[in-house]
């Protein structure tokens, strides 16, 4: 039965992120077409027109969008990869590792992406304007359908419930011990000088993730449950950009060091690509964590202790 779910909720995770992607091509493929105002260093109001993606704005919204939907790809994939790993691998030791993986990522790899994907969705009806509002153009639909993925096989509070209650503590923390064997594997492959910086940026908010995750872990134990996990979503949250923010790690250590040895604009734009879009994580989602980490470190009770005649 758990099996089951588990499995659905990563599907539930792919689901998400892909229809995330499909709205981002759609909105892409619109930003470049569309012409609309002028550079705003531009004062000659008789200069033509420019395609919107030339707009700063434009490609924030854009880059958030596959900032969102290829790191929640990354994710998944991650999660299907353990998923045969646990059932296919020749080493029983590396099964059995897997399967501790999974057991403590399946919550962020259905709630992540289940999030984002609709935020992704949320920014791609943005670059359209008021038409992406209308069912004339493909990206409502796609809010509407990936709406409904935060909610359903577990919503995201239940899926933050299980993670800080359950999951990290399963095993005595076996399962967070080998994921974080396997993020120092890549946080130590960083060999040029931007991924250096970005290793280096997720490493020092792992270690203070790993505090406040102790100190939670004392507070459970003396049974301040209720206070412990009240602010389970803010952990999710916390936890979630911290892997997601390592699936961009891994894929700017691979493609700083395919760059090199690209044969054609096609191949290096790709990789370019993939390596801005990891900087935008860095600078832009990575940094939002701070507010979480206050708030689980004071194991703030203001949602706790809201009452409900006071609402």
């Not at 200069?47 to 998944?76: F, T």
């Not at 403590?104 to 709630?111: E, F, M, N, R, Y």
Request: include cysteine; glycine fraction near 8%.
């Amino acid at each position: 039965m758990f099996q089951m779910m588990n499995e659905a909720r990563i599907g539930v995770g792919f689901g998400a992120a892909v229809i995330g992607y499909r709205g981002y091509m759609h909105s892409l493929e619109y930003a470049k077409d569309r012409l609309q105002g002028r550079k705003a260093s531009e004062k000659n109001p008789e200069s033509p027109q420019v395609p919107i993606i030339d707009h700063a704005d434009v490609r924030r919204m854009l880059l958030a969008q596959k900032a969102y939907s290829e790191g929640g790809l990354a994710l998944c994939l991650y999660g299907a990869r353990l998923m045969d790993e646990q059932h296919t691998h020749p080493d029983e030791q590396k099964r059995t590792e897997a399967g501790k993986l999974l057991d403590l990522l399946t919550p962020v790899i259905k709630a992540w992406p289940s999030e984002y994907g609709p935020k992704a969705n949320d920014l791609a009806i943005q670059v359209y304007g008021g038409a992406g509002y209308t069912r004339e153009y493909p990206v409502e639909q796609c809010w509407r359908d990936n709406r409904l993925n935060p909610i359903h096989e577990g919503t995201n509070g239940i899926q933050a419930l299980d993670l800080l209650g359950r999951k990290i503590w399963q095993d005595q923390s076996h399962g967070l011990q080998l994921l974080m064997q396997e993020m120092q594997v890549d946080l130590q492959a960083a060999t040029t000088e931007r991924c250096q910086q970005w290793a280096l940026s997720l490493s020092e908010t792992l270690q203070q993730a790993v505090k406040v995750t102790q100190s939670l872990g004392k507070s459970l134990m003396g049974g301040e449950v209720d206070k412990t996990l009240a602010n389970a979503s803010c952990y999710l949250h916390l936890f979630g950009h911290i892997i997601v923010s390592w699936m961009w790690l891994r894929q700017a250590n691979a493609a700083a060091n395919a760059l090199a040895s690209a044969n054609s604009d096609s191949e290096r734009n790709f990789y370019q690509g993939k390596l801005q879009t990891a900087q935008y994580f860095f600078h832009w989602e990575l940094p939002t964590v701070a507010q979480d980490l206050v708030l689980l470190r004071n194991q703030d009770d203001t949602c706790l202790n809201m009452k409900a005649d006071w609402f």
